[in-house]
C-alpha cells in the first residue's frame, strides 16, 4: 500500500503531515513521492484564503483525473478544507474524494485508511478541534533534514475580524514547556539539525492557557538548555505585537542561540483601521515596540506583512502605511490584499474597497519596498557571513542555496554560492557577499 502525501499552505500544515507520516511510517505503510504510482492520495489541504482554496481544489482535481484513469485507488482530504466547509458540500462537489478528514482525525489516520480500503466512504470533521500532537507523536520530516519546524501551540483566540482561522482550526492550546523541550531534544538527537524554528498561529501569545499568561520567554529560557553541540539557532515565526513583554525581549537579545530575526505581522498602522481589524495594538504601540526590539536586538532582521484594501480604508490610511514603511525600512515586507472571505468578521463590513484599488495599493507598497530591500541588501556586499546551505539549485549547474540567520526557508529569498560541493548541504559555511538583488544574494565560498 503505496501512500502519497501532498502538504499545502503553511508550515504548521506541514507538522501536522510529518505527524500523519509518522503515524502512517510506524504502521508499515509505503510512503511515496509519485502522485502517479500511489494507491492512496491523501491532501493535507489549506483554505484560509480564496487562492489557498483554489490552490487546494486543484491539487484535488488532479488527483481526481489519475483515479479517473486508474491510476489511484482512493483520495483522502484532510486538513483545513475539510474544517472550513460542511461535509455535505464537499462531498456533493468532489465526488471523486473518498474520505473527508478534520484536524482532531490525525490520530487516527491507520484506522481511516484501512476502512477507506475496504470501499467504505469516510466524513468525519469535529468543528470544535482539540488535537494537539505532543513529544509522543511519531514525525517523519518533509524539510530537509538540517532545520525541523516545532509547532508549539494550536488554534487561535485573537479573532482578527479578517482571519478565519479560529473557526478553522479552534481555540489556542499550547503544548506544556516539558512536552515542547523534548520534542526539541529528540529532534536534534534524531537528525543533524542547525535550526529549530517555532511556529503556532500566534507564538507569542504561548503558555497563555496554561500558565495564565504569555510564557514564550520561559519556553525560550528552557529550550537554551538543549544539549545541542554546534553552531544551532532558534527561529521564531507568528509573533503577535500585542504580546510582547520585557522578558520576552530580553530573552531574544541575551541569548546567541535564538535568531536575531523576528516575524512581526502588523497587518497595518492606521489606528482606525487597528481597531476594526480587532488588532489590539495602538500605532504609538507598535512604534514603542519595534523601537525596543531594534535598541536592545543586535543587527535585528524584522519580517512584517501589511494588508491593503482592508474595507474601509481611505487613501489617507493607505498613504500612512506607505510613510510608515518608508520611515522604518523594514528588511523583509509581506504584502496583501484584503480577501472577504465568507465567515469572517470583516465580510459584511461596510466601505468595501474595490479590487481594483486593492491591485493598485498593493503594486504601490511593494514598489517601496523593493527599493528598501534592494538598498538593504547591497549594504551586504562585500560583507562575509554564516551560511546555513539548504540544497542544490534545481534551475542552475554547480550553484548552491542557502541562508543567513537573516533568512527564514520559503518565506525569503536566498543567497546563491556558484561552484559549491554537495558535501556543504546541510552544513554552516562562510561565504563573502559579491552581488545584491532584492531578494536573492551571491556570493564565494570562503577558503577555496
Not at 520567554?217 to 538548555?225: G, I, P
Not at 512581526?264 to 492606521?270: D, K, T
Not at 519596498?369 to 540544497?391: F, N, S, Y
Amino acid at each position: 500500500m503505496r501512500i502519497f502525501i501532498q502538504s499545502l499552505g503553511c508550515p504548521k500544515n506541514l507538522v501536522d503531515s510529518e505527524v500523519i507520516c509518522g503515524f502512517l511510517w510506524e504502521g508499515n505503510y509505503s510512503l511515496t513521492n509519485d502522485l502517479e504510482n500511489c494507491d492512496i492520495a491523501l491532501i493535507n489541504t489549506c483554505s484560509f484564503i480564496q487562492p489557498a482554496v483554489e490552490e487546494s481544489l486543484n491539487a484535488i482535481l488532479q488527483a481526481g483525473l489519475l483515479k479517473q484513469e486508474g491510476k489511484i485507488k482512493s483520495i483522502i482530504v484532510a486538513g483545513c478544507l475539510s474544517q472550513r466547509y460542511k461535509l455535505e458540500e464537499l462531498a456533493q462537489s468532489l465526488p471523486e474524494v473518498d474520505a473527508f478528514i478534520g484536524i482532531d482525525e490525525i490520530a487516527s489516520i491507520r484506522k481511516i485508511i484501512q476502512k477507506v480500503k475496504t470501499g467504505e466512504n469516510i466524513f468525519q470533521v469535529n468543528y470544535q478541534p482539540t488535537f494537539l500532537a505532543n513529544e509522543k507523536a511519531p514525525r517523519f520530516l518533509m524539510t530537509p533534514r538540517h532545520y525541523a519546524y516545532l509547532k508549539i501551540a494550536e488554534g487561535c483566540n485573537n479573532n482578527c475580524t479578517y482571519c478565519l482561522i479560529p473557526s478553522i482550526k479552534g481555540p489556542y492550546r499550547s503544548r506544556s514547556i516539558s512536552s515542547v523541550f523534548k520534542e526539541a531534544q529528540y529532534l536534534v538527537d534524531t537528525y543533524p539539525l542547525k535550526e529549530i524554528i517555532l511556529i503556532a498561529e500566534d507564538t507569542t501569545n504561548y503558555g497563555i492557557d496554561l500558565y495564565g499568561k504569555p510564557s514564550l520567554a520561559k519556553l525560550l529560557q528552557t529550550l537554551a538548555r538543549l544539549n545541542w553541540p554546534g553552531e544551532n539557532k532558534i527561529r521564531i515565526l507568528y509573533t503577535h505585537p500585542a504580546h510582547y513583554d520585557d522578558e520576552l525581549i530580553d530573552c531574544l537579545a541575551e541569548n546567541p542561540m535564538f535568531c536575531p530575526y523576528l516575524d512581526l505581522p502588523l497587518q497595518h498602522i492606521s489606528d482606525s483601521l487597528l481597531v476594526k481589524m480587532n488588532r489590539k495594538i495602538n500605532q504609538n504601540d507598535i512604534r514603542l515596540l519595534i523601537k525596543k526590539l531594534r535598541t536592545k536586538i543586535p543587527n535585528l532582521t524584522l519580517r512584517t506583512t501589511f494588508m491593503v484594501g482592508f474595507p474601509g480604508e481611505t487613501e489617507d490610511d493607505f498613504q500612512e502605511l506607505g510613510d510608515f514603511v518608508q520611515e522604518y525600512q523594514f528588511e523583509r515586507v509581506g504584502v496583501f490584499p484584503f480577501y472577504n472571505e465568507p465567515g469572517c468578521l470583516a465580510y459584511k463590513f461596510p466601505e468595501q474597497v474595490s479590487e481594483k484599488i486593492k491591485k493598485k495599493r498593493w503594486k504601490k507598497l511593494m514598489e517601496i519596498q523593493q527599493k528598501i530591500a534592494l538598498a538593504h541588501q547591497k549594504k551586504k556586499i562585500g560583507k562575509q557571513m554564516k551560511v546555513l546551505i539548504d540544497e542544490a539549485s534545481e534551475k542552475e549547474e554547480n550553484i548552491l542555496l542557502g541562508r543567513s540567520y537573516a533568512e527564514a526557508p520559503e518565506i525569503d529569498g536566498n543567497i546563491a554560492v556558484p561552484k559549491g560541493s554537495n558535501k556543504d548541504i546541510g552544513t554552516w559555511i562562510d561565504v563573502k557577499i559579491t552581488e545584491a538583488y532584492p531578494y536573492q544574494l551571491k556570493g564565494e565560498k570562503i577558503g577555496e
